[in-house]
């Protein structure tokens, strides 16, 4: 009783750990662990319905088949900003892409905001920053032809 949350009233908390300790609940708890124990797939549909989840994918599968993209990446690229995605689900939340996981960050896809062009006001020549730019461009095609 001592770790009761101030927010829940006395005669609740007490009715909540009685029914922690009964068996209806112990058996309820253990029945459980074993139907988790055998998923094999997570559920990661969030708060969206079903229905929801179903339309976007529909959607997106329109979209696909139909050849709509609205930027000119490569089909070969996971992702990209204004990829199908992006175009059904909306904008992404900061610091995060969509279906690639935790890991990958925007910026360590694409880059940052910032281009050559700024790194010029801040003090790179445009001579340097023109040589950058080719380099950068060569290394795309090397890349498409390799990769």
């Known amino acids: 009783m001592k770790n009761r949350p101030s927010h829940i009233p006395r005669d609740q908390w007490t009715g909540l750990i009685w029914y922690w300790l009964s068996d209806k609940a112990k058996k309820r708890s253990q029945a459980n662990r074993i139907s988790r124990a055998k998923q094999k797939m997570p559920h990661t549909g969030g708060s969206k319905s079903i229905a929801t989840l179903m339309n976007e994918?529909?959607?997106?599968?329109?979209?696909?088949?139909?050849?709509?993209?609205s930027n000119e990446q490569h089909r070969s690229d996971v992702a990209w900003e204004g990829d199908v995605y992006s175009q059904v689900l909306g904008t992404e939340k900061s610091g995060y892409v969509r279906g690639l996981g935790l890991d990958p960050t925007p910026s360590l896809l694409?880059?940052?905001?910032?281009?050559?062009?700024?790194?010029?006001a801040d003090g790179l020549s445009n001579e340097a920053a023109h040589r950058l730019e080719q380099e950068i461009n060569e290394l795309k095609e090397l890349n498409k032809k390799t990769g």
């Open 57 to 69: 994918k529909d959607m997106m599968n329109e979209r696909l088949n139909n050849g709509e993209t």
């Open 110 to 120: 694409w880059g940052g905001k910032s281009s050559l062009r700024n790194v010029v």
